[in-house]
């Protein structure tokens, strides 16, 4: 699998996982397609991210959770400033705006998304 502008978070170093993420959500001037799981789903869908990201790279970035164990309480943190609900035992997808909200989640247990969908999810985060 290649991925061009995806970060991967670290899956066995809580404090390197949390700062990293902590930095890209927090001190990056970008919208962020974070992808959480480590399942087939989740695979699919960081490869169709990578890609959209990719397309209109000054701006987006993607961003592979594959233990949110690791990093739960950053994440909580996130859904609660944008009062969203953060699902439970699934993979999903989410994009941030530049301002750090929550505009768009994608879940596992929707049908999987097609090139347009992850694009549209992006872009509700763009006009934020």
Not at 4 to 30: F, H, R
Not at 55 to 84: C, D, Y
Request: proline share 4%.
């Amino acid at each position: 699998m290649e991925l061009k502008i995806t970060t991967i978070i670290p899956t066995d170093d809580e404090e390197i996982a949390g700062k990293l993420l902590n930095n890209l959500i927090y001190n990056q001037a970008v919208v962020l397609g974070i992808i959480v799981g480590n399942d087939s789903w989740s695979i699919n869908i960081i490869q169709k991210t990578d890609k959209v990201a990719w397309s209109r790279n000054q701006v987006r970035r993607a961003v592979w959770i594959r233990n949110p164990e690791i990093v739960r309480t950053i994440l909580q943190a996130l859904f609660s400033k944008s009062g969203k609900t953060m699902p439970a035992d699934q993979s999903y997808l989410i994009t941030t705006s530049m301002d750090d909200r929550i505009f768009d989640l994608i879940t596992s247990s929707e049908p999987d998304p097609d090139y347009v969908r992850i694009d549209k999810a992006f872009l509700l985060a763009e006009k934020a």
